[in-house]
């Protein structure tokens, strides 16, 4: 079945852009429903914006989206890159959570996260990774 990998940007709603409760929800659904659907892939959240990338089979990776057009948790979701591709850039994830580090920042060159292109989103989001621990 073809690979394909989607990026996109939302704006989080009310208590979604700053609490720790919430993040922590939608990493424990991601997780369970990841694995589920053979997807991978990175979250960050910054300055009230999400920013994820998701990888797997086409048809799983349209049903997220879908899913996530219509959570109240994040609005104005904007597809940045939706394509097939040859091979997983996150295998070993079901969703990593990555931080802003200095490295990652660097590329988003004083802007915000909607203002970045697919091709530095996936850089930014990649060096923001590469702090990550290796998973279990
Ligand atoms: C920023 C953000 C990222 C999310 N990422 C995922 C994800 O990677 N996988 C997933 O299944 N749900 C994710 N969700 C949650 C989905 O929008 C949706 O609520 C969930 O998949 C529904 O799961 P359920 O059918 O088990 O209730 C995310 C939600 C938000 C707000």
Redesign the pocket.
Known sequence: MPLHRAIYV?DAVGD?ATSLLVLVE?LG??ER??RRDG?T?V?MRHAGR?L?L?EGPRGDVDR?LK??RT?P??ENLRVLSDQNVSDRLFPEWP?ALAQMTPDAARLLNDGSLDQLSAERAEALLNTAAQALPLPA
């Open positions: 939302s979604a939608i659904e991601s429903n990841n997807l892939g979250l999400f994820q998701i997220l899913r996530l959570d948790r994040h969703m």
